[in-house]
Structures are given as C-alpha cells and as structure tokens.
C-alpha cells in the first residue's frame, strides 16, 4: 500500500524557516522523481518544488533561492527547506511521487503571519 506522510507544517512568522519532510512506503521510492505542491485557499495547486530520480532540481518561480528540495533514498524520505518565508507562502503543502497522475500525501498546513 502506498503512503506518503507530510509533517512539518505549523504557523511560523515572516522570514522564518520550515522544513517538511514526507515519509514515502509502498513503492521503490529510489526509482521516482518526487514533488511538493501546494494549494493556498481559493486557488488551484501547483508545483512547488520537484527533484528527479538522479536528483536533479526544479523550482517554481516564486520560492527560488529560498526553498530546497532534498532526499534521502535510504530513508525514502523528501524535504523542503523553507527559508525567508512569506505570507504569500501560506498553503497547504503536498508530497507527490511520479507526477500529477502519481501518488499524494494528503498535506501539511504551513501558516505564514505575524
């Protein structure tokens, strides 16, 4: 059975960091190129961060230089470092395997404000 398991997530004031962590099982986590999206109130979801299998890195715009996505294939877990964060970065934050038609954690809320 698949699962991808977000934590990390809280309220955290302007310029603050976070680092969420998913926890992948079920499937050969090392062969999977891995995401986090997310998806703020009233808005639609979108990539945030993406690493491939060989560990290449890709960015949205909007959180270059601040955000850093990692992982660790002998814990099959994937990470976002969050730095210098904005209110703008308020969102709920999900883990993907394998692209949008692949697997999803059900989130982490991270809350942005002073």
């Known amino acids: 059975q698949v699962q991808l398991v977000e934590s990390g997530g809280g309220l955290v004031q302007p310029g603050g960091s976070l680092r969420l962590s998913c926890a992948a099982s079920?499937?050969?986590?090392?062969?999977?190129?891995m995401g986090w999206y997310r998806q703020a109130p009233g808005k639609e979801r979108d990539l945030v961060a993406a690493?491939?299998?060989?560990?290449?890195?890709d960015y949205a715009d909007s959180v270059k230089a601040r955000f850093t996505i990692s992982r660790d294939n002998t814990k099959n877990t994937v990470y976002l470092q969050m730095n210098s964060l904005k209110p703008e970065d308020t969102a709920v934050y999900y883990c993907?395997?394998?692209?949008?038609?692949?697997?999803w954690g059900k989130g982490t809320l991270v809350t942005v404000s002073s």
């Open positions: 690493i491939t299998s060989g560990g290449s890195t």
């Open positions: 079920g499937f050969k986590f090392s062969f999977y190129a």
């Open positions: 993907n395997a394998g692209g949008e038609r692949g697997y």
